[in-house]
């Protein structure tokens, strides 16, 4: 607090002629003598009715961190103006400030508007006391301000204020309304995160790239700039924003966030060497502290060989994933099977079978773990098991659609997914019974069920017909 405090701006009250005697007490300050009390003597006789020059040494004693000189002439200037002089209440303010007494402060600075309700700096003040205490306490002080004094920006602190609480939407409102054109640096900087965590890519990049206008080497709006076009699929855009980052921003420091964005960008661009160069830089970092996080990159890492169907170290990572997080989704493990499926499409006939195999155990393993997802893990072990018979010569999808049939077929109501399993179901019984059995009434028996539930089946129509 004490930081922020002295982090704003003041005005020195002293003026021409007067600005002899402030600068010659700066001086002594600096000095440190000995004998600091009595060479100060003479200023204050020569001043003491001066409560803008008091007030001019009270701040710079502040400045030095001499709290208690710096309140001694606080009160000498109110005494000068018999107790109703803003700025000695500001310098109050900020020692109680310093010494992190936020309520004490509070009450200096609402002492100062009180006794100048035009005094900008009070209510600024003020707000930045209360910004995490009740950020709405310090934007109807701010609002007081808007009323008193049209005429000052208060929309770029109010968005300040409620970024530093991570009210993002308010502080996007805020910022909204604010000149940007004025805006501090570290505001844009807030403005454009603030858009970034509340998914609006679009207006981040803007605001990014019109600070850029202003700093191009300035990291916060070099990264915003490349994790927003990223997002936005502006992949070539991306990577350039990428390499200022990297290479031409000011005391840019790293994370593994921005190395997992890079992979993202390069992913993106079909750049996959590149990507898993990044990833595995992200892995590397030391801010790479938890398992949640290692997960993340690794999952993009698996999705990288995936990408230049590398399927070997796309699974290998993959399997890297699964063990890295708490407690695999059944969309996770549906995703190790699918690989293996995907693994197995890309292999010769001969070389097939131990990869659908692999992904036909994902799959029991889904249905063993996830009573929600037996009926997916069924029909995905049935076609599975079909491409590794696709004559059903030895009928290893059998028990798999007729378990999809055993659990669709009896039910009300089906929606249109039910209705195509336990169609493809019916129809690889049919064939079976018909064709590897020569069992036309268990076929006919099917075929009934399939008419019934599409009229129009030509296959189910000519079962029926057979004599």
Do not use: C, W
Request: without cysteine; glycine residues 4%.
């Amino acid at each position: 607090m004490g930081a922020l405090m002295i982090g704003f701006s003041t005005q020195s009250m002293a003026q021409d002629g007067s600005q002899a005697d402030v600068n010659a007490v700066k001086n002594i300050i600096s000095s440190k003598p000995a004998d600091l009390d009595k060479q100060m003597k003479p200023f204050y006789k020569a001043n003491k009715k001066n409560a803008e020059n008091l007030i001019a040494f009270g701040r710079a004693f502040f400045e030095a961190k001499d709290t208690a000189r710096a309140r001694e002439y606080a009160h000498y200037a109110l005494d000068a103006k018999k107790n109703k002089f803003a700025p000695a209440f500001v310098l109050l303010g900020d020692i109680e400030a310093l010494a992190d007494k936020g309520g004490e402060a509070a009450a200096q600075y609402n002492q100062a508007i009180y006794a100048d309700p035009k005094n900008a700096e009070a209510y600024f003040k003020y707000a930045n006391v209360y910004r995490k205490i009740s950020p709405s306490e310090a934007i109807a002080k701010l609002e007081e301000l808007r009323a008193q004094r049209p005429d000052v920006a208060v929309d770029a602190l109010a968005g300040r204020i409620y970024y530093n609480a991570n009210d993002f939407d308010k502080a996007l409102s805020y910022y909204d309304k604010a000149d940007r054109t004025k805006m501090e640096d570290r505001d844009l900087s807030d403005y454009a995160m603030a858009a970034y965590f509340k998914q609006q890519n679009q207006k981040s990049l803007d605001i990014a790239k019109y600070g850029l206008t202003r700093k191009p080497r300035h990291a916060a709006f070099n990264r915003l700039a490349f994790f927003n076009s990223t997002d936005l699929k502006k992949f070539d855009d991306a990577l350039m924003y990428a390499d200022a980052l990297f290479n031409r921003s000011d005391s840019a420091k790293f994370s593994y966030y921005d190395y997992t964005y890079y992979g993202n960008a390069y992913n993106g661009a079909k750049m996959s060497d590149k990507a898993i160069e990044m990833y595995q830089k992200a892995l590397q970092m030391e801010d790479m502290d938890n398992k949640d996080k290692r997960a993340g990159v690794i999952k993009q890492l698996s999705d990288a060989y995936l990408e230049k169907e590398d399927f070997p170290n796309a699974i290998k990572h993959y399997q890297d994933y699964l063990s890295n997080i708490e407690k695999p989704s059944a969309n996770d493990l549906a995703g190790l099977a699918s690989l293996h499926m995907q693994h197995g499409s890309s292999l010769s006939a001969n070389e097939q079978i131990e990869a659908y195999q692999r992904a036909d155990a994902a799959y029991a393993d889904l249905a063993n773990k996830y009573e929600n997802a037996i009926e997916y893990a069924t029909f995905m072990r049935a076609r599975v098991n079909s491409q590794m018979d696709p004559d059903q010569s030895k009928g290893l999808a059998l028990p798999y659609y007729q378990k999809l049939a055993d659990l669709i077929g009896p039910k009300a109501e089906k929606d249109n997914t039910d209705k195509a399993r336990v169609n493809e179901s019916y129809r690889y019984l049919i064939a079976y019974y018909l064709i590897q059995k020569d069992d036309k009434a268990t076929a006919k028996q099917y075929a009934q069920k399939l008419i019934e539930l599409d009229p129009e089946s030509e296959i189910a129509k000519q079962v029926l017909d057979m004599q």
